[in-house]
């Protein structure tokens, strides 16, 4: 199948247009002063009456009239619901994922939202917990059409939204990062959000063959209804192309497997060939790691950055 028919195809099957986008209607709660840069607690809107709670990290000296390159980071899922936006800002969790303060000593501003159903945005009315409420949510968004996936890129085009309309971003140069699910949330993000120049997702590009093969129980965004007769996830990569993109792999992640690997950077490859633009797709296979962040993965992560976006 064609890219455009895929995409339309895609489209369809996510849940259909995404609404007009409204007012941000942003939120300052507190700022909290770190070395090297200020996190910026904050809410903007995704939708009427559904405020997105997130970190903006600003580095020292990046202001109005000098502004710096913007990195969104989606954050891992791992089953840990208290976390979210937190663990890539440097303030909770595994220090190997606190990747949205490194970035921001780096020299970028830095965006790191709550995807739904984690962190601040859990179930309001505590009836559900952890996986149940994020069950839930799938759900009722299969019942009315649509899916998870539709509503996390919704959520991920408003976070856009909000850095192309803040002063300290240079809007002409914005990336995105993330590590399992947010890895998953790149490159589902990727085809609708051209403000979006620089990719690099970080372990976790399952395919539905390999899903069906493994028996593998994945994070819901990874699954759209009616997808799997028109193409997999790497066709949906794909339609990133021929904007930069890197992966990062490790050998021994069950949940992306080794085997699927070459089939799935070939399908994509064949994107960015057809556009001449073969040097702006990249992967990283390391042997002897699972599911992680090495040194040598964060190594090419912020030299892919800085080739496209500094």
């Known amino acids: 199948m064609q890219a455009v028919e895929f995409k339309k195809r895609l489209l369809n099957n996510l849940g259909g247009d995404w609404p007009k986008p409204g007012p941000l209607n942003v939120t300052f709660r507190k700022e909290i002063p770190q070395d090297g840069f200020t996190i910026h607690s904050l809410t903007y809107d995704a939708e009427p009456n559904d405020p997105i709670p997130a970190l903006l990290l600003i580095p020292d000296g990046v202001k109005a009239d000098s502004p710096a390159p913007a990195i969104a980071i989606w954050h891992q899922h791992a089953g840990q619901y208290h976390l979210g936006k937190s663990e ?170 080794a085997e699927d690997i070459p089939w799935s950077m070939e399908r994509i490859q064949k994107a960015y060939r057809e556009m001449n633009a073969e040097n702006n797709h990249s992967y990283y296979i390391e042997e002897e790691s699972g599911h992680i962040l090495s040194d040598k993965m964060w190594t090419k992560t912020k030299s892919f950055f800085k080739k496209h976006l500094k």
């Open 88 to 257: 890539p800002a440097g303030l909770d969790g595994n220090p190997m994922h606190h990747t949205g303060a490194a970035l921001a000593r780096e020299g970028y501003v830095v965006l790191c939202p709550d995807a739904l159903c984690f962190e601040e945005r859990q179930d309001p009315d505590k009836k559900r917990k952890g996986m149940t409420f994020e069950r839930f949510e799938f759900l009722r968004y299969v019942v009315n059409g649509q899916c998870l996936a539709w509503k996390n890129i919704l959520d991920m085009k408003r976070a856009i939204d909000f850095l192309v309309s803040i002063p300290e971003v240079d809007s002409e140069k914005i990336g995105c990062y993330g590590h399992s699910m947010g890895s998953t949330h790149t490159w589902l993000v990727g085809p609708w959000e051209e403000r979006i120049r620089c990719f690099v997702a970080n372990c976790c590009l399952p395919t539905y063959r390999g899903i069906h093969r493994n028996k593998m129980l994945h994070c819901f965004p990874n699954f759209i209804p009616g997808l799997f007769e028109y193409g997999d996830t790497p066709d949906i990569a794909a339609l990133i192309a021929p904007r930069p993109l890197h992966f990062n792999f490790g050998k021994l992640d069950t949940g992306t497997p």
